[in-house]
C-alpha cells in the first residue's frame, strides 16, 4: 500500500526533498507519494493543510522554511516533541500519534515533532571522517539553523565550542537559553564573540548563516584558521568555503547534510534504515 508524505513550505517549488525521499522508497523497496506542498504563510493555513493531510491517512510530513517554529508550537501544545526539537526550537519531521486519535484526540493535538537538522549534519560530518569527538569548532550564526546543531555537536563529544554573530547579543541570549533548556548544554563550555572578533585556530569552522543568499561575504580575520571547514547552504559558488580552501582546510558544503537529515525522518516514519552513502552516489550522478 502507498505511504503518503509531504513536505510543506514557502517557497517550496525549489525542494529536493521529493527526489530524495522517492530514492529511499526505491532503496528499501517500499511505495510511497511524497509532494511538495505550498501553504500560505499563516499559522492556521498550516495547521489546516496538516489537518487536511492526515486526516486523508497521510503517514509522516517534513516542514522547511517558515513553519518550522509554527510547526514546534503545534507540537509543543500537545506535548509532543523530541528532545533535539525541544531544544532547537524547531520542527522539520511530522509524525502522527495514532493511538491518540483512536482515543479521540483532535489530529492537531495528536502531532510529534523532531528535529533532525542538527543529528543530520552530525552525521554528514562523521561521514567525511572529519573528527568530532574532542574537536575545537566554532560556529558562525545564531540563527534557526545554528541553534538546531548545537546539541548534536555537543552530543557528538566536541571539547570546545565558540558561536560567532554579526550581533553578540543574539548569540550569548542564544547561548543562556540553550543551557536552560538542556542539561548537556553547560554555559561555560561555549564562548561567544562577533563575527569580526572570531581568530585563532580551530578544528572544524561551520557556517550557519544565511550570507550565502546574498552577494555579501562574511568579514573574517586573517588570523583564523581550521582544518575543516563545511557551509552548511549548498547549491551555489560559497566564498566561505573557497576562503578556507584557498588555506589548506578540507571543504564541504551542506547539500549531504540535507541528505542525511532526511534519511534520518525516513527513518523515524517507515524503520527503514538509509545507506546514505549509496544514496548520496546516486543523488550525485543525476
Ligand atoms: P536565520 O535567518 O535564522 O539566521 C541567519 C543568520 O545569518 C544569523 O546569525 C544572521 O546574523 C546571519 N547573517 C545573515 N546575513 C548576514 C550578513 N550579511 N553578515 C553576517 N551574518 C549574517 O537563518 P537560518 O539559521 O534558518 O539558516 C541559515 C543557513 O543554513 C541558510 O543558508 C540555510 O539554507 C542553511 N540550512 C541548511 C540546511 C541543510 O540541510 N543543509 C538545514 C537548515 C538550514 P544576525 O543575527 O546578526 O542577523
Known sequence: MTQH?????????????????????????IEISYQRQYCPDDAASFTAVLEAFFQGGGVGANVTVPFKQIAYDCCAACGGLSEHAKVA??????????????SGVPITEALYGDNTDGQGLVN???????????????????????????????????????????TLSKATALVTELSAASTAIHEQQIETCRTTELNGQFDIIINATSIGLSAD?????????????YD????????????????????SDGYGMLIEQAALSFERWTGHTIDVVQATETLHSR
Open 5 to 29: 508524505f509531504i513536505v510543506i513550505g514557502n517557497p517550496i517549488a525549489h525542494s529536493k526533498s521529493p527526489e530524495i525521499h522517492t530514492l529511499f522508497a526505491a532503496q528499501t523497496g
Open 89 to 102: 526550537g524547531a520542527v522539520n519531521t511530522l509524525l502522527l500519534n495514532k493511538a491518540l486519535v483512536k
Open 124 to 166: 554528514h560530518i562523521l561521514s567525511l571522517g572529519w573528527p568530532l569527538n574532542g574537536a575545537r569548532v566554532a560556529l558562525i550564526g545564531a540563527g534557526g539553523a545554528a541553534r538546531g546543531v548545537i546539541l548534536p555537536l555537543i552530543e557528538a563529544g566536541i571539547a570546545h565550542l565558540t558561536i560567532a554573530n554579526r
Open 217 to 229: 561575504t562574511l568579514p573574517l580575520s586573517d588570523t583564523l584558521n581550521g582544518d575543516y571547514a
Open 232 to 251: 552548511m547552504m549548498y547549491g551555489r559558488p560559497l566564498p566561505f568555503l573557497q576562503h578556507f580552501s584557498a588555506r589548506g582546510a578540507q571543504i
